[in-house]
């Protein structure tokens, strides 16, 4: 009877700790900077669930001699992909680039919505205040974006554009461990409806283009020497007017949108994963896990 008693409660501790639901964890706080004196602000937040984690970082370099203060949003979740060697995200609102934009440490707020967690960003574009929040959900290795007016502007969007820019697999260097920022690469982004293979000319995205998995097929991911592979940017087109894509024979490449004017909700997603993985392993992940890589309705 006792045996009964033990290896019933064993079956159902197991059945629990099966059925506990997947989480997401957000930690807001202060980021490690290279001079951190330097810096007005360096807040951050650092997004994970089983399936990935991605820390982004909200600085403001102070005015030193000729600088002037810069504003940036610096993300972590690997090598190259979104890293700091490129300025990932940038919006420009009436004109005004968020770099110029004048941030402070409380601009970010925790988020959660049910299983959702994550942070909100404010940002004041001279009046048309702005809410950009990044978060994850248990279910999907992707870091999920959405911008948002807020209804307490006192100055309405008359132009809205945002540029993501990332380094596909990675950034080659020479034998002297210099960067090659051009002519080594061969860059190609695979979207649901078409192969696009790098081009000196900018492309016009069509509204099927919404899933952007940007690779190499030189620096593919299959090995040590190949890169860390594929990373991918996700769009919601139904808010933008026009979508073009810079994908040349180079270190950086660069998806811009000019948003609607009157968008209410602009919804995007960025992915990337810190192991290294190859164009193919990845393409058999992608057709696997579709539904992990797409919007929530």
Sequence with gaps: MKKLCLATCITLAAAVLTAAPATVTAVIKDMPIYQPQNYSIRKGCSISNQHGQYTFTLVRTKALGKAKPDTQLRMNAGTWGFSPQVRFFNLVINGIAGQKLVVKPEDIKAYR???????????????????????MRP?????????????????????????????????????????????????????????????????????????????????????PDKGQGPCVVI??????????????????????????????EFRFGLFQQNARISNSDFAKRLAAEADKFDFKK
């Excluded at 948002?148 to 990332?166: F, H, N, R, T």
């Design 113 to 135: 919505d049910g299983e959702n967690a994550g942070a909100d960003i404010l940002f004041n574009y001279d009046g048309t205040k702005i809410c950009l929040r990044f978060y």
């Design 139 to 223: 279910d999907s290795p992707v870091l999920w974006g959405v911008i948002m007016p807020l209804p307490d502007s006192v100055e309405p969007i008359k132009s809205a554009y945002l540029e993501i820019s990332l380094t596909a697999s990675q950034l080659v260097l020479s034998k002297e461990r210099k960067a090659i920022f051009k002519d080594v690469y061969s860059r190609q982004v695979i979207t649901p409806v078409r192969t696009i293979d790098q081009n000196k000319n900018m492309i016009r995205l069509k509204p099927e283009d919404t899933r952007l998995v940007f690779q190499d097929t030189i620096y593919d991911g299959s090995g």
């Design 235 to 264: 769009v919601d087109h139904s808010q933008v007017e026009v979508a073009n894509l810079r994908l040349t024979n180079f270190y950086a490449s660069v998806v811009s949108l000019k948003l609607k004017p009157d968008f209410k």
